[in-house]
C-alpha cells in the first residue's frame, strides 16, 4: 500500500510528461486529460512483494509473472492508442490475454475437479475440461474487470472488496499462499485508489484492469476453486457477482441488438444509473455496496458450512 502510494505521482509525472493520458470523449466524460498509467504503479506494487513474500516454486512465479507482465504490455499498447484518439485492434490482446491464460494453466494453477456432495468423493475432471474451464475463467475474469472500469474508483472498488473476500475465505480455509496473494493485491489496489477516487487524478487504463482481472481470476482458482466443495465454487461467483452479471446482460443486449460483443457502448450498470440521474460517486458506493453484499454472503455460507 505504501509503496504504491508513493511511487503512483511519479509514475503519473512521467505520464503526464510524455502524454499517456486519456482525453475526454462522447462516451468518456472525465472533462479533461487523465493520465493512463495506474497499471504500472499496480503492477509494480503486487509483483515486488509476490516474489519477496509468495513461497510458490519458481517455475508457477515466473510463469504467472510472464503472464502478468504480457498482459500489462498488451494493456500499455491498447491504452497507448486511446491517447492518440484511435481503437487497438481486438486480435492481439485476445490472443496475448489467452496465451497468458495458458501460461497460468502451465504453471500448474488449473481447477481440477470438485468433491461430489452426494458420497464426498473427488471427482477429476477430463484434462481437456480442465483446461477449458481454466482459460474461460482466467480469460473471462479479466474482460469483465476491465469492462467495469468506466468510473472513477469503480474497478478499483469492485476488485478490492473480491480480493479481501478472497483474503477472508483463504484465512478459513487454512490457505497461506491465497491469503498472501489476495492481501498483496487488496493493498496495492488500495495504494492506486487514493489517486484513483473521484475525481480521479489517475485511470488504471486497459493494462490495470485486465491485471487485476487476471491475478483475481488465479487466486480464485487457487484459493476457493481449489477446496473443490460444491459451496466452495460459489465463493468466487459470489465475489465478482456484479461486473460477471453485469457484463453477461451487457453481452446479451449487444447480441440482441446485432453489435460486436467488444464494441464499447454505455451499457454497463454504472452508465444506465449515471442516465437515472445518479453522481459518479453515488453510483460507484451503491455497486460497490452491492459487491459487499454478495461477498459478506458468501463467507457467512462458508462459515456455516466450514
Same mark, same amino acid.
Given at each position: ?44 506494487? @503486487?509483483?515486488?512483494?509476490? @516474489? ?12 504467472? @509473472?510472464?503472464? /502478468? ?42 481447477? /481440477? ?11 477429476? &475432471? ?29 474497478? /478499483? ?15 478459513? &480455509? ?59 465454487? @460459489? $465463493? ?63 463467507? $457467512? ?6
Amino acid at each position: 500500500f505504501i509503496l504504491v502510494a508513493l511511487i503512483m505521482p511519479l509514475i503519473m509525472k512521467v505520464a503526464n510528461k510524455v502524454g499517456f493520458t486519456d482525453k475526454p470523449t462522447k462516451r468518456k466524460k472525465h472533462g479533461r486529460e487523465v493520465p493512463l498509467c495506474g497499471g504500472i504503479g499496480i503492477y509494480i506494487g @503486487f509483483f515486488i512483494f509476490y @516474489f519477496l513474500l509468495v513461497k510458490d516454486t519458481t517455475v508457477q512465479k515466473d510463469l504467472i @509473472f510472464i503472464g /502478468g507482465t504480457l498482459i500489462l504490455l498488451i494493456g500499455l499498447i491498447d491504452d497507448y492508442f486511446k491517447t492518440i484518439g484511435k481503437e487497438f485492434p481486438i486480435f492481439p490482446r485476445l490472443v496475448v490475454q489467452l496465451f497468458s491464460a495458458v501460461l497460468v494453466y502451465k504453471a500448474g494453477v488449473v481447477f /481440477g475437479g470438485f468433491t461430489n456432495p452426494l458420497n464426498g468423493e473427488y471427482v477429476v &475432471l477430463p484434462a481437456l475440461i480442465q483446461f477449458i474451464v481454466t482459460i474461460v475463467w482466467i480469460f473471462g475474469v479479466t474482460t469483465v474487470i476491465n469492462w467495469s472500469d468506466g468510473m472513477d474508483g469503480l474497478a /478499483g472498488g469492485i476488485s478490492i472488496v473480491s480480493s479481501l473476500t478472497f483474503f477472508i475465505t483463504a484465512i478459513i &480455509l487454512k490457505q497461506d499462499i491465497s491469503a498472501i496473494n489476495s492481501i498483496i493485491l487488496s493493498a496495492t489496489i488500495g495504494g492506486f485508489l487514493i489517486y484513483n477516487k473521484y475525481p480521479a487524478k489517475v485511470f488504471m487504463g486497459d493494462s490495470g484492469a485486465n491485471l487485476i482481472g487476471y491475478i483475481l481470476s488465479i487466486i480464485a482458482i487457487d484459493g476457493a476453486f481449489k477446496q473443490a466443495t460444491v459451496f466452495s465454487l @460459489f $465463493i468466487p461467483i459470489l465475489a465478482l457477482a456484479v461486473p460477471i452479471f453485469d457484463n453477461i446482460f451487457v453481452i446479451l443486449k449487444r447480441f440482441s441488438e446485432g453489435k460486436p460483443v467488444y464494441q464499447a457502448d454505455r451499457s454497463q450498470m454504472h452508465y444506465r444509473l449515471e442516465e437515472k440521474g445518479l453522481t459518479p460517486p453515488q453510483i460507484v458506493r451503491y455497486i460497490v455496496g452491492i459487491s459487499i453484499i454478495f461477498s459478506a454472503l458468501a463467507i $457467512i455460507g462458508l462459515l456455516i458450512k466450514h
